[in-house]
T-cell receptor, first 113, second 115 residues
């Protein structure tokens, strides 16, 4: 089975709202996590990453939170815009440099104006 | 600075044929991985190349093979194509800086359709 999964397949929000996309992982050896955004017909676009020695990391309008106790990862998008509409994937690296990324199924974010 | 580039963007092949997909990594990156993404699914890891050798392999049959060249570019070869091989094939590159994981950047992918 998959070691990374997302709680909700779809999320619909209004423009200007804050969005929270969740992800659960099952491998306690994972030490590096990445969030990707994928628009239709395109490859995944790197958003933000976090290492297991951190519990929070902020970027431009995005924040990633890592809770190792419950093996949970979340992506918060502030002031969501229509251009944020896409499929969002979390991916994990399992504890060894250069190892494969394991992806979950993704959450489709729809932003209405 | 060019990102990860893949060619071709689209390809249609017949069952039983062979296909070669190409990838040029982001400038400065030394590691290339290939992923298969079926419609509505997350990318699935095929294999990874570093220093021109396959370093890690996912759960894919031997029909899937690859190569990395001295300039770090890479090819993915698939033999004896099946209808189920139809998917978006993604290449990702990263720099194994001090053997610490760093950001992996993806190309736009090659859409392979097997008929």
């Amino acid at each position: 089975g998959e070691s990374v999964g997302l709680h909700l397949p779809t999320l619909s929000v209004q423009e200007g709202d804050n969005s929270i996309i969740n992800c659960a992982y099952s491998n306690s050896a994972s030490d590096y996590f990445i969030w990707y955004k994928q628009e239709s017909g395109k490859g995944p676009q790197f958003i933000i990453d976090i290492r297991s020695n951190m519990d929070k990391r902020q970027g431009q309008r995005v924040t990633v939170l890592l809770n190792k106790t419950v093996k949970h990862l979340s992506l918060q998008i502030a002031a969501t815009q229509p251009g944020d509409s896409a499929v969002y994937f979390c991916a994990e690296n399992m504890g060894q440099a250069g190892t494969a990324l394991i992806f979950g199924k993704g959450t489709t974010l729809s932003v209405s104006s | 600075d060019a990102g990860v580039t893949q060619s071709p963007t689209h390809l249609i092949k017949t069952r039983g044929q062979q296909v070669t997909l190409r990838c040029s990594p982001k400038s400065g990156h030394d590691t290339v991985s290939w992923y298969q993404q079926a419609l509505g699914q997350g990318p699935q890891f095929i294999f990874q190349y570093y220093e021109e050798e396959e370093r890690q392999r996912g759960n894919f049959p031997d029909r899937f093979s690859g190569h990395q060249f001295p300039n770090y570019s890479s090819e993915l070869n698939v033999n004896a194509l099946l209808l189920g091989d139809s998917a978006l094939y993604l290449c990702a590159s990263r720099l194994l800086q001090g053997l610490k994981n760093t950001e992996a950047f993806f190309g736009q992918g090659t859409r392979l359709t097997v008929v």
